[in-house]
């Protein structure tokens, strides 16, 4: 029986089968493609548990935000509310201080409005006085005239001097 090539090849490749068999190589094989799939199954695992945590923290650190940013608005709404009470408040103050400016200096007008009415009546007391001690003197003798004069500048002397210690 004349060995062609394809049948050397055949026997060949029996015998490389079996050596292969013998020396356990497909086990050999299928243990290390085991161990290279439980190995990327564990990747695959740890990638997907990776991936839920950091959707787990990316959720936890939306919500901060969320939380944070309430804050903040509410923060700032206090702040607007407290400025908006603090000008009311600044206001009024000075609307009082102005009414009490105000006031104070009406009073002033008044007391310097009665000085003057009480100054123009002291002169025109004085004036009055003057000017009958002149006609009086004119008109009457000496001795009745000094004798009502003094009486009457004694009296008008004494309320003078009444007028000006009230």
């Known amino acids: 029986m004349p060995f062609d090539e394809t049948f050397l090849v055949f026997i060949a490749l029996v015998i490389f089968i079996a050596i292969l068999l013998f020396f356990r190589i497909p086990s050999l094989l299928r243990s290390f493609l085991d161990a290279r799939a439980d190995g990327i199954?564990?990747?695959?695992?740890?990638a997907r548990r990776a991936r839920e945590?950091?959707?787990?923290?990316?959720?936890?650190?939306?919500?901060?935000?969320?939380?944070?940013?309430?804050?903040?608005?509410?923060?700032?709404i206090d702040a607007e509310n407290k400025v908006s009470l603090l000008e009311e408040e600044n206001r009024k103050r000075i609307a009082e201080a102005f009414?009490?400016?105000?006031?104070?200096?009406?009073?002033?007008?008044?007391?310097?409005?009665?000085?003057?009415?009480?100054?123009?009546?002291?002169?025109?007391?004085?004036f009055s006085i003057e000017f009958s001690q002149k006609i009086i003197s004119e008109k009457m003798s000496d001795d009745v005239v000094s004798r009502i004069f003094q009486e009457e500048i004694n009296n008008l002397k004494s309320r003078h001097i009444n007028i000006i210690h009230r």
Do not use: T
Request: hydrophobic letters at 35%.
């Open 41 to 46: 199954r564990n990747e695959l695992f740890e």
């Open 53 to 76: 945590e950091a959707e787990n923290l990316l959720e936890q650190y939306k919500e901060k935000y969320s939380k944070v940013e309430n804050e903040v608005r509410q923060i700032i």
């Open 99 to 126: 009414d009490l400016r105000h006031a104070d200096l009406e009073k002033k007008i008044n007391l310097m409005e009665l000085e003057y009415m009480r100054s123009f009546y002291i002169k025109l007391a004085d």
